[in-house]
């Protein structure tokens, strides 16, 4: 089970830390990822990181403003996001699926398994 959390309303140019909790398993062999929708919009991605934190990857639009991070002791995945935009206004949902690969990660919705219930992020203008 995976649990979002760390969402609310804030201005343009604030920070906001999302968390993603697991509980009934350990995580530490899943690649996590983090989605966002926005109203009439469809489900969209936006960052990943591999089970061993080593590789991350993140959609253009918030390269330099987003970090993924974990903490595998913790089952515990985080994004940190600063400089935020209106534009970035959504649900955001994380997500996990099993990798073998240290390094694999997964941009696409349809490869992950387990999915969080999402945190609501808006931001005013």
């Known amino acids: 089970q995976l649990q979002a959390s760390g969402g609310g309303l804030v201005q343009t140019g604030n920070s906001l830390r999302l968390s993603c909790a697991a509980s009934?398993?350990?995580?530490?062999?899943?690649?996590v990822g983090w989605f966002r929708q926005a109203p009439g919009k469809e489900r969209e991605f936006v960052a990943t990181i591999s089970w061993s934190g080593d590789t991350t990857d993140y959609v253009d639009s918030v390269k330099g403003r987003f970090t993924i991070s974990r903490d595998n002791a913790k089952n515990t995945i985080y994004l940190q996001m600063n400089s935020l935009k209106p534009e970035d206004t959504a649900v955001y949902y994380c997500?996990?699926?099993?990798?073998?690969?240290?390094?694999?990660?997964?941009?696409?919705?349809?490869?992950?398994?387990?999915w969080g219930q999402g945190t609501l992020v808006t931001v005013s203008s």
């Open positions: 997500a996990a699926v099993y990798k073998s690969n240290r390094y694999a990660t997964a941009r696409s919705p349809y490869e992950y398994d387990y």
């Open positions: 009934g398993r350990t995580y530490s062999r899943y690649a």
